[in-house]
């Protein structure tokens, strides 16, 4: 398709599970970036690929939270021993990755999480 | 650390009235300044951005916003609203000097009445 897609669109787990959540960005877009926001909140940064290296993991809260993008395309973000706290929708977006922070980053629909 | 204010959390307006969305950032580099839209059960989509040069900036749908340095704001506007601009507004800076992560404000819901 011609967007940033995501999947699964919503997940259900139980505190303690280990999840993972795909994005897959837009064609030919070398940057991939991970944000989560929590309701009634904006977008917080996670991470950010240029390629198929984490150039900025900053923003993963812990040490629970981990991500690849082993082929430079499709990114999986990994969180495990999931708490409740982690509910929130997931966002990846992608970017051309030539013009740093002036780029448009192009969002994809989410995934919306659950933790019981 | 960077952080990004949205003054108003909930707006209503009438069609045709005028908008105005406040956003203000605390970061004293050089800057790069974005205004996101989420219509209802649609993705995040680029109205406009600021990187330099002109501090007017015109965006999609008729929407501009204003740089102002020494305000450290980045305000939205538009001259007449319609209800197809009922959606969620989120102001976004990323700190330039090669950094890509956008930091978000907490966004304001715009709700335009008939």
């Known amino acids: 398709g011609a967007g940033v897609s995501q999947t699964p669109s919503n997940k259900v787990t139980e505190k303690g599970k280990y999840v993972e959540l795909r994005c897959d960005p837009i064609s030919g877009h070398t940057a991939l970036y991970w944000y989560r926001q929590s309701l009634g909140q904006g977008p917080e940064f996670l991470i950010y690929?240029?390629?198929?290296?984490?150039?900025?993991d900053s923003g993963l809260p812990n040490d629970r939270f981990f991500a690849v993008r082993p082929e430079g395309s499709v990114s999986t973000l990994k969180i495990q021993r999931t708490e409740r706290g982690d509910s929130a929708v997931y966002l990846c977006a992608s970017s051309l990755g030539s013009f740093a922070g002036q780029e448009t980053q192009y969002f994809g629909p989410g995934t919306r999480l659950l933790v019981l | 650390a960077q952080s990004v204010s949205q003054h108003n959390h909930h707006v209503i307006l009438s069609e045709a009235a005028s908008l105005e969305l406040g956003c203000n950032y605390s970061y004293g580099g050089t800057v790069n300044l974005f205004w996101y839209v989420q219509y209802p059960g649609q993705h995040l989509q680029l109205l406009l951005k600021y990187f330099s040069g002109d501090p007017l900036v015109k965006g999609i749908k008729g929407f501009e916003a204003e740089f102002i340095k020494s305000k450290f704001s980045f305000n939205l506007r538009k001259p007449s609203v319609q209800w197809s601009d009922t959606a969620e507004y989120f102001c976004?800076?990323?700190?330039?000097?090669?950094?890509?992560?956008?930091?978000f404000g907490s966004g304001t819901r715009l709700q335009v009445q008939p």
């Open positions: 976004a800076v990323n700190a330039g000097g090669g950094r890509r992560a956008l930091t």
């Open positions: 690929f240029q390629g198929t290296g984490a150039a900025d």
